[in-house]
């Protein structure tokens, strides 16, 4: 996200050319686009992108259970 985000300042830096950027080639400024890319490829095919998002699920099931046991006046379990 960092990089789509810097490519985003990159090539409104270039278009409305402030600063050293408006001298540098479309290229150089442009290649965050790609980098994003091809962080988005590896992300998606290692698994890395469905793993983040099982551990914020499990993460948000195990604060509702410790709640509910708090509420019931049960000390929740420590993970180990």
Do not use: C, H
């Amino acid at each position: 996200m960092y990089l789509l985000m810097l490519g985003i300042a990159l090539v409104l830096l270039k278009y409305l050319e402030v600063g050293p950027v408006a001298q540098w080639s479309w290229l150089w400024v442009l290649s965050p686009f790609g980098l994003t890319l091809l962080w988005w490829g590896w992300a998606d095919s290692s698994g890395y992108t469905k793993r983040k998002a099982m551990e914020k699920i499990d993460q948000r099931k195990q604060d509702r259970l410790n709640k509910q046991k708090e509420n019931l006046g049960m000390r929740p379990n420590k993970p180990r």
